[in-house]
């Protein structure tokens, strides 16, 4: 299965409890709960309705966004690879690597920076190529703390 360089998707599906059954174009399928976002994010809560969340869309031929028209509500792709990847994670580590990165909107680059290693590391961590050391998870609850913020 090719890697891809930015998530694109090729199917969205809405499910029950607010979750998208999300098939992207390199094949991999993941589903992701938006549950928790309402609260997270106000300009999403129109979406609280199950019938307006039923009618997620993915623009024919581009897969960049799953969008609501009639909410003018838009969710990039590689924000919900980010958020299935720290979602579905199989361990602790990858978990808060992937959180951490959803959470604070960090690309590659930005989440190299930040944890003092190569942009080319980070992509092996987010693509499950490599596993995500414990110090890795650690440097990312270190980093949220000097920001403020929690993962």
């Known amino acids: ?19 998208l059954r999300l098939v992207f174009r390199d094949g991999s399928i993941y589903t992701v709960s938006l549950a928790d976002d309402f ?20 623009v024919k031929d581009e ?23 720290a979602q579905n994670a199989l361990d602790e580590n990858t978990r808060i690597f992937a959180q951490c990165r959803a959470q604070y909107g960090l690309t590659l680059t930005q989440a190299a920076l930040a944890l003092g290693m190569t942009a080319r590391t980070m992509s092996a961590y987010g693509t499950g190529s490599r596993p995500v050391p414990r110090y890795v998870a650690l440097a990312c609850k270190g980093w949220e703390v000097e920001h403020g913020q929690r993962v």
């Open 1 to 19: 299965m090719a890697t891809m360089k930015r998530p694109r998707l090729e199917i969205v599906q809405a499910l029950p409890d607010y979750k």
């Open 39 to 58: 609260d997270k994010f106000p300009g999403l809560s129109p979406l609280r309705d199950p019938s307006a969340f039923a009618k997620a869309e993915i």
């Open 63 to 85: 897969g960049w966004t799953v969008e609501w028209p009639e909410q003018d509500i838009q969710i990039g792709a590689d924000t919900l690879w980010l958020d299935a990847k």
